[in-house]
């Protein structure tokens, strides 16, 4: 082993996979934990119980919608209690005032919540549910309580052209904190490439919309863009380096080192249930295989980039080349950046010829 | 200064035994304040002024200055950890 192991600051905990909203761009996975297979409550408390003394300091309760789990303020109170600084990561569905009120009493501190669209009509398309009025009452509930709100949206060709008027809906909720994420092709989302793909056009408009609302809004709303990384010539750093910072825990108790980790089939999966958390962070096989830079190979091995990136996006790297230790082709270095552009080439030939197929919704397809 | 330094909203500062260290948590990340900052921070309650932070804290430590105690504030004040009231 060539890194010290530094305990893990943050924790993903995905209640549940159940979820009110049926996004095409879901980054679950496409077989999802039944609610037979959840973590009872006494497992989630003795999860929670186990990450702080491992050195977790932030907690997000997130899903599917974790609302949907009765047991919510009891598992927000623990991870107060312990120390940690709780976030909810929610749809916004279910938040009533009396709702928000009891988590705000155990102590939550900060609510993130996802917004498909900037109008009710364009919204509710893209999340497959009438959603979006209700969003915007629970974002007045979140003001209301005195919390902290960030909002999230998802960017992609349905929604890229209103990136000024989501700016301006996230200045009316009220919100601290925009993220605009362009879509990530794992889980589901992957499925739906073609369709969700951002032309380079939408990339172009976007630019300096957000630019010129990031300066203005300095001090007032934070914005976050999160880049097309088809499109970049640099891969996104994998998780601040693997095994690294974060760790998530799925509904049903696996632990992997990032959310989308599960589809490197390659690597075993560790459960909460069979293993402590703390050996899962340190030794087991998953979480140290891509720690450090011994596993890297060239053009990662040599490359002055090799500590900012981290080689890239290593669940890409397996999707895209089927190898979870290759370079993220994402990066114009890697030798298999032709997939990526011959990706791009075949979606952009598809825009073209207008033969773009419709989003397949977010269906509840549970593991046998 | 423009009036008295307390933590941002959503803003908290907790002692991490695993750590043995103060460290600032709010929504997206984490920060470990260094031992000044840490016993400047516990002091930001919103109604004290940098000058009874300083005499405060010159009570505990020798040759603290309300001119340096400004001087950690404003950098946390840029981070988006203190604020004004």
């Known amino acids: ?64 919608e974790p609302l949907l789990r009765p047991d919510l303020p009891e598992l927000v109170g623990r991870a107060s209690d312990l120390g940690c600084y709780v976030n909810l990561v929610t749809s916004g569905l279910g938040l009533t005032a009396a709702r928000l009120a009891r988590l705000v009493d155990r102590g939550l501190a900060h609510v993130q919540l996802s917004v498909q669209g900037a109008d009710a009509e364009r919204a509710d398309r893209i999340a497959g549910a009438k959603a979006h009025a209700r969003k915007i009452e629970a974002a007045e509930v979140v003001r209301a309580a005195g919390l902290p709100l960030s909002v999230n949206v998802v960017l992609h060709r349905a929604n890229h052209d209103q990136v000024g008027a989501l700016i301006e809906l996230a ?33 172009a408009a976007a630019e300096p919309i957000v630019r010129a609302a990031t300066e203005r809004l300095r001090g007032r ?54 293993r402590p958390l703390a050996e899962i962070w340190y030794e087991s096989r998953s979480f140290n295989a891509f720690r450090g830079e011994s596993w890297m ?68 397809t549970v593991a046998r | 200064m423009p009036g008295m330094p307390r933590l941002r909203r959503g803003v908290r500062l907790t002692f991490d035994k695993t750590r043995d260290t103060h460290v600032l948590l709010f929504p997206e990340g984490v920060l470990v304040p260094n031992p000044t900052a840490a016993a400047v921070l516990e002091l930001c309650d919103g109604t004290t002024t940098i000058r009874e932070i300083a005499s405060r804290l010159g009570a505990r430590f020798t040759g603290v200055r309300a001119a340096d105690v400004a001087t950690v504030l404003e950098r946390l004040a840029e981070r988006r950890v203190v604020e004004w009231t």
């Not at chain 1, 298999?336 to 952009?348: K, S, W, Y």
Request: contains cysteine.
């Open chain 1, 171 to 203: 200045e009316r909720m009220g919100a601290d904190r925009l993220e605009l994420a362009n879509t990530q092709y794992y889980g589901w989302a992957l499925r739906n490439r073609t369709a969700l793909m951002p032309t380079p056009e939408q990339l």
């Open chain 1, 1 to 64: 082993m060539d890194v010290t192991v530094e305990p893990p600051l943050g924790m993903l905990a995905e209640l549940t996979h159940r979820c009110p909203l049926h996004c095409p761009y879901c980054s679950n996975p496409v077989e999802l934990a039944a609610k037979r297979d959840e973590l009872t409550t006494e497992q989630w408390l003795a999860v929670l119980d186990a990450a702080r003394d491992l050195g977790v300091l932030q907690v997000h309760m997130s899903g599917g």
């Open chain 1, 297 to 364: 190979r060239e053009p990662c091995r040599s490359c002055d980039l090799r500590s900012v990136d981290h080689g890239g996006c290593r669940c890409q790297a397996f999707m895209l080349t089927g190898d979870a230790a290759a370079t993220d082709p994402v990066c114009a270095l890697s030798p298999d950046r032709g997939v990526v552009d011959g990706i791009l080439a075949t979606e952009a030939a598809a825009v073209a010829a207008a033969e773009v197929p419709p989003f397949v919704m977010r269906k509840p």
């Open chain 1, 221 to 274: 709303m934070e914005i976050v863009y999160v880049v097309a990384d088809y499109y970049e010539d640099v891969p996104k750093p994998c998780m601040y380096g693997w095994g690294a910072r974060q760790l998530t825990v799925a509904p049903n108790g696996d632990v992997l080192p990032c959310p989308a980790a599960s589809v490197i089939t390659t690597l075993p999966v560790e459960n909460v249930t069979r």
